[in-house]
């Protein structure tokens, strides 16, 4: 077990991390996993668990303070009017069942796979973001039938082989699909509850070697990093959310862009051992 004198500015590092992860999920729709997942890892790692599970405890962590971060978020968004709840309720099915495959995918991959994964999607998404035009076009609505279903399933696989709360993935989509870059990040923050709640339930169920594990994990989602998390994010996420709506969507699609890239190289350089 770790001393104190470790574990207090570990949480207080935490605490920051949960702040700003929340300001994220608000601003962005992407329920701070983008945040959340390298901060896990560099915590945990100078922790000294830097071990072959290590990326499934981060992953799994991420995820599971998602189910709150998001429920928050997508309240905030409603109550402004910005939510499509049809687009939500069509796309959950798909969503729930890749989210599922993508869990019992982590749990079979090595935390070195899992960091370039993150890496690699996190820079094509935020390419897209920062580069993408906002006339782009795929069509005029929302796809429906078997193209919804492989859509919605992929978003939900991807989203937790990234430990992310699906709108990564959902913001651009939207976009796509004339959704103006406020409504899809309102409803794209909806798709990280649906995304978490069925991955963490196997996460929890998942046994991994007890020297693997920080301190209090259940599974592999770490109890304490979750609680110091939501703390923070219940406070900042109604920040993002106010500052969502006061943004125009062209920064706004920027800063999405420059913070997805910047994450994403970082753990690409680690998954490399640099």
Partial sequence: MP???????????LMAIGGVAGVMAGLLGVG??????????????????????????????????????SGRSVMGHHRRGAVDWAVLRGFAPGIALGAVIGMLTVSVLSSVILQAIFGVLAVAVGLFMGFGRVTWRLGDLMPTGALRAAISSAIGFLSVLMGIGGGSFGVPLMTLYNFTIHRAVATAAGFGVIIAVPSVIGFLLLDIPPEARPPFTLGVVNLPAFGLVIAMTLLTAPLGVRLAHAMDPKPLRQVFAVFLVLIAL????????F
């Fill in 32 to 69: 701070g996993g983008i945040v959340l997942v390298p901060g896990f890892f560099y915590v945990f790692a100078a922790m000294g668990y830097d071990s072959p599970w290590l990326m499934q405890i981060c992953l799994a962590t991420s995820l599971a303070t998602i189910i709150v971060t």
């Fill in 266 to 273: 970082n753990m690409l350089r680690k998954a490399a051992g």
């Fill in 3 to 13: 001393e104190v004198v470790t574990l207090l500015p570990m949480a207080a590092l």
